[in-house]
């Protein structure tokens, strides 16, 4: 599909997916597939947002001014601002998590703590008094790991068990102002402003509890710092200044978890004290089958859990890809990145279905296919299908 047919079709004012299938007479999942496509594409105008109602994504075409520039404050706000906060939470069934080395129980913890001395102090404190200065330690997370470790998983997990609003922030170092706080855009045939999502936060939790995920805060370029500060501490706002428009929202309903991927083939920023200090607790989540026997076998539980094979043959599996996430650490190895749960899951369904299938060399073909095709160059490739093939024909 050309890019023009999908602009031609944003222009008379479609919004969805299925809108624009309509304009342009093909599949919608052709429609939505395409446009995600050039949404992701710096140099396209088409782009893309939640919905306001938080059910699916849509779509319009930038306009000038989305980068601090003169042109938002003369364009109406899409939607007047009218958001159905319901359906920003997760559900449930898609957001489990095991807890690695206590990280999770110790967040909880401090929420908890929160919200019992908050509820005890609005009984306490005069009508007009700044509520920022009741609310003691506010739940700023920082979690901290090598890739695959769940931590993206581990804040949408507190977001739905707690019926939280959840807003994702996917940190690039060439990211712009208007990817946190919104940009005027074509939308439905007219030009609106959209706000981003963190100003979506600070509007949410000026009604209800928010979690905000902030994914790989150690890729944020120095001239995006100044925008998240005052969010991340106790004045929970933002501030727009191509519409001249400071939004406080209450600090002590916004919960955020920052992760970090730690490795050499991230392209990352030192977080200077002030940061260190807004994103206050840290934990790191390493690899569960990395945390000792019982980890081992709890990811093993996990494994044989999830996979047709018996409990013996996946902590053999764990024990295989221990010894792919022990080389990652080592700063001396070619193997950059370690193998995630999921990953291992992957692969054992993988040789499962060969072996099955009665295929030639169905664990060395799967090995290839699900983890080293997948994830590794070929240097990196080659001693990762050796580390895994020595261990599993040791261990099966």
Same mark, same amino acid.
């Given at each position: 599909?050309?890019?023009?047919?999908?602009?031609?079709?944003?222009?008379? %004012?479609?919004?969805?997916?299925?809108?624009?299938?309509?304009?342009?007479?093909?599949?919608?999942?052709?429609?939505?597939?395409?446009?995600?496509?050039?949404?992701?594409?710096?140099?396209?105008?088409?782009?893309?947002?939640?919905?306001?109602?938080?059910?699916?994504?849509?779509?319009?075409?930038?306009?000038? %001014?989305?980068?601090?520039?003169? #042109?938002?404050?003369?364009?109406?706000?899409?939607?007047?601002?009218?958001?159905?906060?319901?359906?920003?939470?997760?559900? *449930? =069934?898609?957001?489990? !998590?095991?807890?690695?080395?206590?990280? +999770?129980?110790?967040?909880?913890?401090?929420?908890?703590?929160?919200?019992?001395?908050?509820?005890?102090?609005?009984?306490?404190?005069?009508?007009?008094?700044?509520?920022?200065? $009741?609310?003691?330690?506010?739940?700023?997370?920082?979690?901290?790991?090598?890739?695959?470790?769940?931590?993206?998983?581990?804040?949408?997990?507190?977001?739905?068990?707690?019926?939280?609003?959840?807003?994702?922030?996917?940190?690039?170092?060439?990211?712009?102002?208007?990817?946190?706080?919104?940009?005027?855009?074509?939308?439905?045939?007219?030009? &609106?402003?959209?706000?981003?999502?963190?100003?979506?936060?600070?509007?949410?939790?000026?009604?209800?509890?928010?979690?905000?995920?902030?994914?790989?805060?150690?890729?944020?370029?120095?001239?995006?710092?100044?925008?998240?500060?005052?969010?991340?501490?106790?004045?929970?706002?933002?501030?727009?200044?191509?519409?001249?428009?400071?939004?406080?929202?209450?600090?002590?309903?916004?919960?955020?978890?920052?992760?970090?991927?730690?490795?050499?083939? !991230?392209?990352?920023?030192?977080?200077?004290?002030?940061?260190?200090?807004?994103?206050?607790?840290? !934990?790191?989540?390493? $690899?569960? #089958?990395?945390?000792?026997?019982?980890?081992?076998?709890?990811?093993?539980?996990?494994?044989?859990? #999830?996979?047709?094979?018996?409990?013996?043959?996946?902590?053999?599996?764990?024990?295989?890809?221990?010894?792919?996430?022990?080389?990652?650490?080592?700063?001396? =190895?070619?193997?950059?990145? %370690?193998?995630?749960?999921?990953?291992?899951?992957?692969?054992?369904?993988?040789?499962?279905?060969?072996?099955?299938?009665?295929?030639?060399? *169905?664990?060395?073909?799967?090995?290839?296919?699900?983890?080293?095709?997948?994830? !590794?160059?070929?240097?990196?490739?080659?001693? &990762?299908?050796?580390?895994?093939?020595?261990?599993?024909?040791?261990? +099966?």
């Amino acid at each position: 599909m050309q890019e023009s047919e999908l602009i031609n079709a944003l222009e008379s %004012g479609a919004t969805r997916a299925g809108e624009v299938a309509n304009e342009t007479g093909c599949h919608e999942d052709t429609a939505r597939r395409n446009l995600n496509e050039f949404a992701d594409e710096p140099s396209s105008p088409i782009t893309a947002s939640t919905a306001p109602d938080g059910n699916g994504r849509i779509y319009g075409l930038e306009l000038d %001014g989305d980068d601090g520039g003169d #042109g938002g404050y003369r364009r109406p706000v899409y939607n007047d601002r009218e958001y159905d906060w319901s359906g920003y939470v997760p559900s *449930p =069934s898609e957001t489990g !998590y095991q807890d690695v080395d206590g990280e +999770l129980a110790d967040m909880q913890a401090i929420i908890d703590a929160r919200d019992d001395l908050f509820d005890r102090a609005t009984d306490a404190r005069d009508e007009d008094a700044d509520p920022a200065e $009741y609310n003691g330690l506010l739940p700023r997370f920082r979690l901290t790991g090598p890739p695959g470790t769940g931590k993206t998983t581990c804040a949408r997990h507190i977001a739905a068990a707690r019926q939280w609003p959840f807003f994702e922030i996917q940190i690039t170092a060439g990211m712009r102002d208007y990817e946190l706080l919104g940009r005027p855009m074509l939308l439905g045939g007219e030009e &609106v402003w959209l706000d981003g999502p963190l100003t979506k936060a600070v509007l949410a939790s000026r009604e209800r509890d928010v979690l905000v995920l902030f994914d790989e805060i150690n890729r944020t370029p120095f001239e995006r710092k100044s925008s998240l500060q005052p969010f991340l501490d106790f004045r929970g706002l933002v501030n727009i200044r191509s519409r001249d428009e400071r939004i406080r929202g209450q600090p002590e309903n916004i919960t955020t978890i920052a992760t970090m991927n730690k490795g050499a083939e !991230y392209e990352t920023f030192e977080l200077d004290p002030a940061e260190r200090r807004r994103h206050a607790n840290t !934990y790191p989540v390493p $690899y569960l #089958g990395m945390t000792g026997s019982e980890g081992i076998q709890r990811e093993a539980d996990i494994l044989a859990g #999830g996979t047709p094979i018996p409990d013996h043959q996946a902590e053999a599996f764990v024990r295989a890809a221990n010894a792919v996430r022990e080389a990652a650490a080592d700063e001396t =190895s070619i193997v950059r990145s %370690g193998i995630s749960t999921s990953v291992l899951q992957t692969l054992v369904q993988t040789a499962s279905a060969y072996q099955a299938a009665n295929r030639p060399d *169905p664990m060395q073909r799967a090995i290839q296919s699900a983890v080293v095709d997948a994830h !590794y160059d070929d240097a990196a490739g080659e001693k &990762v299908e050796q580390l895994l093939m020595s261990e599993l024909q040791a261990r +099966l």
